[in-house]
């Protein structure tokens, strides 16, 4: 195990929670695979969750629909808001009221564009009618 990282800029020995060199304020980058969960503080639209979230919707409905069809879509809203939670759970607080309601609207934006496209999806192989 190794408990330092080596600043690639000055090869200095920091420590292995750094982020950035004591010496020369270098950026460390540590090189870890993204999370699914990840989420990118930029963008209003993130495809990856996007993604996720249509196969989560999707994949509940399939198998609800058969259990109990009358709560199918529910359910399946659920599941996909419960994933949408533990994404963005982790994401940096906002500081002031406008960046909260952009991440509120961010959230809100990718849950109705699961839907749809779970819906559109579900519509186009036939599963409902």
Excluded: Q
């Excluded at 994949?59 to 994404?87: K, P, R």
Aim: proline share 4%.
């Amino acid at each position: 195990m190794v408990s330092t990282i080596i600043c690639p800029r000055c090869k200095t020995k920091n420590a292995k929670t750094a982020e950035i060199c004591y010496n020369c304020k270098n950026t460390l980058k540590t090189h870890k695979k993204p999370s699914i969960l990840s989420t990118n503080p930029k963008s209003k639209i993130e495809l990856k969750l996007i993604v996720v979230g249509t196969i989560i919707f999707v994949v509940t409905n399939i198998i609800l629909l058969d259990i109990a069809f009358d709560y199918a879509y529910m359910i399946s809203g659920f599941s996909t808001m419960v994933y949408l939670y533990f994404a963005f759970k982790n994401s940096p607080i906002p500081k002031s009221d406008n960046n909260l309601r952009s991440v509120g609207f961010k959230i809100i934006l990718n849950y109705l564009i699961i839907v749809l496209l779970g819906c559109i999806f579900l519509l186009a192989i036939g599963i409902i009618h």
